[in-house]
Every structure is written in C-alpha cells, then in structure tokens.
C-alpha cells in the first residue's frame, strides 16, 4: 500500500494532545514534515520535539486562538508566506455541553468560528500549495453526531452538522485540482475532553464518574473507548497516496457505535 508522506508538508490542528496529538505522530511516522497548531506555545514545542522523524524531517509550530479572528488571519497567512501545505488536518476543542434549548445564541455564532470559519481560513490559505503540488487531502476531526445528535452536546451537534456538509461542498469543488476532503467521526475516544464530558454527566447526577463511564461503554460494541491513536491511524491513512480515490466522505471511527448504516 503506498502509505508514504516524504517530501509532503502537513498542517495538524488542535494537536497538542488527544487526538490532534495522536494524529501528527501517525503523519509524521509516514514521513511528513508537520506543523503543530494550537493556542499553548511552549507545549506546541514540546509536542514538535517528540514527533517521529524517520525521514530526518523538521517539525515546526504554529500558534493560533480559532476563536479570535486576527489570531486565526496571522496564522492563515504566516503559514501561507512558509510555503502552504499539502495535507491539513483540521481540528480544535470541542463546544461546551450542554442543551441547544438553553444555548445562548451567540454560542452558535462562536462554535461556527471555531469549527468552520478557521477551516475554511486555512483552506484557503493552504490551497494554492496544493494545487501546485497536484496533491491535497484536508481532513476534518468531526463527531459522530453528524450522523445521529448526542443528547447533551446541543451546540457541538449543530455545528458539526454544519462542518459535514461544508467538507462535502468543498469536496465537490476542489476534486479537480486532486485536492480530497474528508471527515473523521471519531466515537469516545480516551482525552481530556472525554473525562470532562463524563465528570459533567456524573456531576449533573450526583454519579460515580466510573459508573457512566461503564454505560457509555455499554453502547459500544466493541466494549471499549478508542484510544486517540486509532483515529490517528486512520487520518493517516486518508492523508496517504492510498486513498486517493476517497474524497467527500464521514467515515466513523466509533468501535461500531453509531447505528446508522
Ligand atoms: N474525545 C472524544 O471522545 C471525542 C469524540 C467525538 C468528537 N471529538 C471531537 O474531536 C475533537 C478533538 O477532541 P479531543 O478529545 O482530542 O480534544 P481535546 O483533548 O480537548 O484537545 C483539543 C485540542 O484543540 C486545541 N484547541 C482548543 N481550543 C483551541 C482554539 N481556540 N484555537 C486553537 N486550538 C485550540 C487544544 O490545544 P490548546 O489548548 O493548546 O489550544 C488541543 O490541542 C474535538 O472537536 C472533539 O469535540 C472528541
């Protein structure tokens, strides 16, 4: 199977833990150069410093707040001037839980920053890179809400909504040039934000966290959460030569749990 990166640039967001983090070893391992991006510079190095480089490879950092637009503008460009990317991995922190009804609507208006306007900034920003390479794969961390809403998470299912159908339209447009887009629905997969989501739940019912744990992992058959890796693995995959021939898909990576077929 023609796995390797060498010679590609990436761009991985959201990656100074979970599941960005598992995502740029996995590129990296392939023989990608990447750059890191998230908010927390000193752990952005941290995590570069780590990073497989089994084609001799440079890492490189770049820090950038999604929810504040001349942040996001600065990096879009800074990264374009380095040389653009062929490979965007494209990922950020979750919005908080909670029900839409109770939502405020402004809420909606900061989750559509940081899932969309951010991706679509870095897009564009990337795209004349891989244009010119005749290769491009953009790869969005999702949620299998896209697919069935989680009870709970009233803004994120929004927005994630939103996030899918914007991933195919660009699918649709940008095919010409080779450039694929695709969606990662990752199931619970063991991070900070799955322990904070099970906290709150077990907060909210006076639980032992253990105990929802144990019921969110009755819904999975499988038996298990997913470790940040297994989506790593499959992210790495879609940012390979071997899938070429996948573009505008949601693909769940969920230990079988969502029940849509
Ligand atoms: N874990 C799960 O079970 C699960 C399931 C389904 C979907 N997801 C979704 O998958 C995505 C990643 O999940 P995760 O569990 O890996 O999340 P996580 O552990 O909370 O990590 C989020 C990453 O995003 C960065 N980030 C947060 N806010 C940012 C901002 N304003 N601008 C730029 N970067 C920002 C964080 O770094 P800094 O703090 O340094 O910025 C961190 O590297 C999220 O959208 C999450 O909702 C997760």
């Not at 990264?79 to 979750?94: E, F, K, M, P």
């Not at 290769?135 to 909504?161: A, E, K």
Request: aromatic residues 4%; hydrophobic residues 45%; contains cysteine.
């Amino acid at each position: 199977m023609r796995l390797d990166l060498t010679g590609k640039r990436a761009v991985v967001c959201g990656s100074t833990q979970g599941i960005g983090l598992a995502r740029a070893h996995e590129i990296a391992l392939l023989g990608a150069e990447v750059t890191l991006l998230a908010r927390d510079e000193a752990r952005l190095h941290e995590a570069a410093a780590a990073l497989p480089r089994p084609a001799g490879q440079a890492h490189a950092v770049a820090v950038a707040d999604f929810a504040v637009d001349a942040s996001l503008r600065r990096a879009a460009e800074s990264l374009a001037d380095a040389g653009g990317a062929q490979i965007l991995v494209h990922n950020t922190g979750g919005p908080p839980p909670g029900q839409a009804i109770d939502a405020d609507p402004e809420d909606f208006v900061r989750a559509f920053r940081m899932h969309i306007v951010s991706g679509h900034a870095l897009v564009q920003a990337l795209l004349p890179a891989m244009k010119a390479a005749k290769y491009g794969r953009v790869i969005n961390i999702v949620s299998t809400s896209v697919r069935q809403p989680i009870p709970g998470l009233g803004v994120s299912n929004t927005v994630r909504g939103a996030v899918a159908s914007w991933a195919k339209t660009l699918s649709m447009e940008l095919g010409r040039h080779n450039v694929t887009v695709n969606n990662i629905l990752p199931g619970y997969t063991e991070t900070e934000r799955l322990r904070s989501l099970v906290n709150g739940r077990a907060a909210a019912r006076s639980a032992d966290p253990k105990a929802v744990a144990d019921e969110l992992r009755a819904t999975i058959p499988l038996g298990r959460f997913g470790e940040a890796a297994e989506i790593g693995a499959v992210a790495a995959f879609l940012a390979s030569p071997a899938a070429s021939y996948v573009s505008g898909q949601s693909i769940a990576v969920d230990g079988g749990r969502t029940s849509t077929i």
